[in-house]
């Protein structure tokens, strides 16, 4: 596919009837656009897919908005806009022009849907006719899925060197290397095959009917054998995706897992520090629950010893002495002061009754205690006093170490700020999860795959039955002949297939390799693996390869160099192919990059533009002045066939108006004195 | 394709085909091609069916 020529009618910024050659001359390969931003670069790149598949790019606002806007605004109510968007191409031996229109009706000043229709017609010696079926046609030129490889923006043309893009990478170049229709037709001869036995069961007799019943049961098998591996691929797949992903996050996170672990530590220790104290709270609340009224007896104790003491000094206390001693004056009957205490006299009966007043022993016991159990008192206070000052030291004491944690858990966690957050802990033992269902998931794999086999090789053995088998002239015969022309190219394709894996691999893996050395300065290589993953990787000073985190830059530069390869290998198994006569040609495919470098630095630029000018046989190059002047338009200048200008006419003022400067022409670019907004694309004659 | 291994080449397989076996497995190559974008298979093996009747009347 080759394209000659773009015709656009109010489709976007481009106003009215428009149109730019794109055709390729020789050598003369290359057509460069410049576009200053929002002229409508990336409404070019969209008028391509949008003409060829009906679809634009998620990157496009206001998807709906086909038509013109000053087209639109100056259109009567009721009226309808022509949009359309046309592309003539050379595929094979014949011309082709594919059309999508249709039209916009203004009503209630809304912008409806656009109803849009694609035909497609082919030249070929000297006939044209349109094309019944036009998009399943235009499919089979280029398959929509693989449009992503040669109609690209260049600021999003990494993703396709991410992982998560593998998977419909894989699928796609399946297509383009002529895997995908060798897969598919293996899945659907079993099918064919049941049919025609269905019928040979009907015509071919007793015998042919028993075997055909267990060629039957066999398919019906391997049909369910190879769901079970399709689903098994499929879940094979999801985790390896996932397990990838946690692994790339662990890798991100290697240098942030210390710190992490130094935050949990310090989490757990603050937590333990609060713990700590509120358990020392605690405990001070029950001694003073329980014991705090000793300490409200304030000097209490200590006053009743004194008093008592004072009392027991003064003889106002009651003592066994005394008591003796009144006895004692009695019996010598002559008081202390020298009164006879003869019986019946007033003195006698007078000491008599201080003796009986001198006191019983309980008393004096009583007031014994009393002297103990102030000291008790008064020990048990101090001891109050000296354990709630602990407790008081000990909380204090948890203070301090719930402050400090704070602080290390506050600076941890500043430290960790500018990364994201991920559970490394976490992950790993999501890893480890995961490893183990990928080993369940492989070992199942490899069953089904040996019961495959197995019923592949009981397939042989009953066709071979079948083909011996002898079945009546006529209808019979004749399914049996069918079964063994369809089993003969199951065989052929299973043998292809095999073979075209392992080589277009190989060769991919060579070429991705070979452009991108030629391209990056860096000590890395690409390698695509067994499953079409593409990595990057770099050998160690221990000689060991090792995946390198690829960044913006690595992965632009890794997409570009993997469509170069491919839009090389592409051309190259279309020459070599014999097989499938209709689709000669069908590797040659233009490169139309929008924003082509992103934002590589200028000696990327320059050996991209000349890897991929050397390997794909057509490129359309959409750029700003800064993007392709200097050394892209230095190294695409000897394959210019066409130079082109979309000139962006704004009602911005005229202060805004540029011109730009390219191989010794002075071209507007900006034309600010407009009264309206629409862009122009302009031919500029080389 | 290289055929410096022991296993026969792409060219080989097709050769080793008999000429309706070759004709047929253009044909299935050809429908699967123009069927590549359709996610139903339905109709397909109808095609298949189609094309080998007219390889063996």
Known sequence: MILSRISLENFRQFKGKQSFSLDVNDDKTVSLLFGANGSGKTTLLNAFTWCLYGDVSEDVEEKHRLATDIVWQNAVEDSEIPVSVEIEFLHGDSRYRARREGSVRKRLGHEQQIQANFALWRTWAGQTESLDGPQEKMNSILPKRLSRFFFFNGERIERLAKDEAYAEVKEDIKILLRLEQVERALKHLPTLKTRLGGDLRKHGGEEVGALQDEIDENARLRDQNREALEASGTELQVLEREIGDIRRLLEEHAAVGPLQGQLHAAKENREKAIKAKEDHVQLRKVLVGSRGHIGLCGKLAEKTAILAEALHQRGALPAPIKREFVDSLVAEARCICGTDLAPGTAALASVEEWRARAGLAEVEASWQRLSGDMKAIKDARQDLRSHLQEITAEIEKDLRSVSYWDGEVADLTEKTRDVPYEDVVGLQSKEKELDNRLFDVRLRIKGLQEEQENLFKQQQELDTKLKKAQVAAGVASTTKERIEIVDACDGALRQILDLRSTEMRRRLDEKVKNVFSRITIKPFYPELTDDFKLGLYHVGADGKARPVAKGTGENQVLSLSFVAAISELAREVAREETLDSSLDAQGHFPIVMDAAFGSLDRNYRRDISRALVELAPQMVVLVSTSQGQGEVYSELQPYLNHLGIILAHTTAGTDKSQKLEIGGHELAYIDAKSDIDWSELLEVEL | ?57
């Not at chain 2, 044909?27 to 390889?55: C, F, M, N, W």
């Open chain 2, 1 to 57: 394709m290289s055929d410096d291994s022991a296993q026969p080449t792409q060219q080989q397989i097709v050769e080793s085909l008999s000429e309706r076996e070759r004709v047929f497995l253009q044909r299935v190559l050809e429908i699967e091609s123009s069927r590549l974008h359709l996610k139903s298979d339905a109709g397909t093996v109808d095609a298949l069916y189609e094309a080998i009747q007219k390889v063996v009347p």
